[in-house]
């Protein structure tokens, strides 16, 4: 099973990230979370109601994109 990394960040914060990270003035470490969310709250939003299903359906499907079929 796979260990996905979830980090919680103000916005600010990750764009502030994402702009370095595209600088090259901070590298992204193999430990560092791949995904991002601004709250505790919108994780758990993201995670309620159908959304679990989805997110398996996507991992059972392993496709490199949404859009792809």
Do not use: C, H
Not at 4 to 31: C, F, P, S, W
């Amino acid at each position: 099973m796979t260990t996905l990394k979830i980090g919680i960040a103000t916005y600010e914060e990750m764009k502030a990230r994402t702009l370095a990270v595209a600088r090259g003035t901070q590298r992204v470490a193999a430990d560092d979370p791949r995904i991002w969310f601004t709250s505790i709250e919108s994780l758990a939003l993201a995670l309620s109601g159908g959304n679990p299903s989805l997110l398996r359906l996507i991992v059972e499907r392993a496709t490199s994109s949404a859009s792809e079929e």
